[in-house]
Nanobody, 115 residues
Framework: QVQLVESGGGLVQPGGSLRLSCAAARSISRFNAMGWYRQVPGKQRELVARFPSSGGTDYADSVKGRFTISRDSAKNTMYLQMNSLKPEDTAVYYC?????????WGQGTQVTVSA
């Protein structure tokens, strides 16, 4: 079992910034892949950014140039730096880890972008 705990969400004005954190209860170096997803009511969960198993990083087109995914293996933590936030970024953001052929999810953190 993998426990993932997100933090850092909140209310921010358009154009503002937030940094999300995802703390894992085990070494993140063991995970095949990790990433951030988001979901709004009535819509499917969508990829925001990830470290794929093939290496490098992937970003949704809608966040390229504004969001940056990173990780600190020593702290077993993954981050999502979100800049130039827009109202359409409002969603619940989830941390994901893929390991031993299973997907693990955090509980989610709400991000609201509003004036």
């Amino acid at each position: 079992q993998v426990q993932l705990v997100e933090s850092g969400g909140g209310l921010v004005q358009p154009g503002g910034s937030l940094r999300l954190s995802c703390a894992a209860a085990r070494s993140i170096s063991r995970f095949n892949a990790m990433g951030w997803y988001r979901q709004v009511p009535g819509k499917q969960r969508e990829l925001v950014a990830r470290f794929p198993s093939s290496g490098g990083t992937d970003y949704a087109d809608s966040v390229k140039g504004r969001f940056t995914i990173s990780r600190d293996s020593a702290k077993n933590t993954m981050y999502l730096q979100m800049n130039s936030l827009k109202p359409e970024d409002t969603a619940v953001y989830y941390c994901n880890a893929y390991w031993v052929q299973r997907n693990f999810w955090g509980q989610g953190t709400q991000v609201t972008v509003s004036a």
